[in-house]
């Protein structure tokens, strides 16, 4: 800039000839190099699709230990290397507005486009239909799918007796192990509503679904969880931010 205004009136075709050369250099680094990290990035978000090089996985393999597993048909969700291609950083919460059965068979349906990684039952049994390291179709909105895991309830918006302490006791332990796994906060940001998904057109989980109690007792779920691993290695225990 300085460079401009001390200087007199020059001979203009030299300087802008100089000042075209460089931009036409430092633009074409610019593409190049944004050529590179795009397609490093892909690279990276398809690199199991290289022969050898696919995360072994094995049918009926959980990631919640407490789950029983169906498997979602293929067709309802993607196939992905997560948390290595997409970071997971949030928890999409979910009613099914049917029983937990009507909810499986859907999940099944190849017809269906949509499925979740879980269901959670009305007496706490939890069932997983997709792997977390997949993307599972259950929030309308591309981006959050590929940043979520996805946890269906049984039950009904408008009936609050379908939220049953069981419910909720069982989806915080899970909320909480998928919070430790990757690492994610407890609080409104991490955690929302199939409604507050942006775009979203549902009004799941609903004005009965109680945020406090059930963040209360995902941070529970963490503590019982951090006091086990120090009881059982306190060596290891850091005095480190909890
Ligand atoms: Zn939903």
């Known amino acids: 800039m300085a460079e401009q205004g ?18 036409v250099l430092f633009g074409g680094i610019g593409v190049l190099g944004a050529a590179a990290l795009v397609g490093r990035e892909e690279i990276g978000r398809a690199w199991w699709l290289l022969p050898g090089v696919r995360k072994p996985r094995k049918e009926g393999e959980l990631d919640h230990a407490g789950a029983s597993w169906t498997a979602a048909s293929p067709a309802n969700w993607r196939m992905a290397d997560r948390p290595d291609d997409y970071r997971i950083d949030r928890i999409v919460v ?8 009507s909810s499986v068979d859907a999940f099944k349906n190849p017809f269906h486009k949509a499925s979740a990684h879980y269901i959670v039952r009305q007496d706490g049994h939890v069932e997983q239909m997709v792997r977390e390291l997949d993307v599972a179709f259950h929030s309308g909105n591309r981006s959050m799918n590929e940043r979520s895991v996805g946890i269906e309830h049984e039950g009904f918006v408008d009936r609050p007796q379908d939220f049953t302490d069981a419910l909720y006791a069982a989806s915080a332990r899970l909320a909480a192990d998928v919070c ?17 998904v942006p775009g979203a057109d549902h009004t799941d989980p609903g004005p009965h679904w109680d945020w406090d109690r059930y963040l209360g007792l995902v941070r529970a779920g963490l ?4 006091a086990t691993a120090a009881t059982a290695a306190p060596a290891a225990a850091s005095p480190g931010p909890g």
């Open 94 to 101: 979910h009613v099914t507005q049917g029983s937990f059965a």
């Open 223 to 226: 503590t019982v969880t951090a």
């Open 180 to 196: 430790r796994r990757y690492g994610i906060p407890v609080d409104r940001t991490h955690f929302l509503g199939h409604s507050e």
């Open 6 to 23: 001390t200087k007199g009136p020059a001979e203009p075709g030299k300087r802008t000839t100089g000042r075209t050369r460089r931009a």
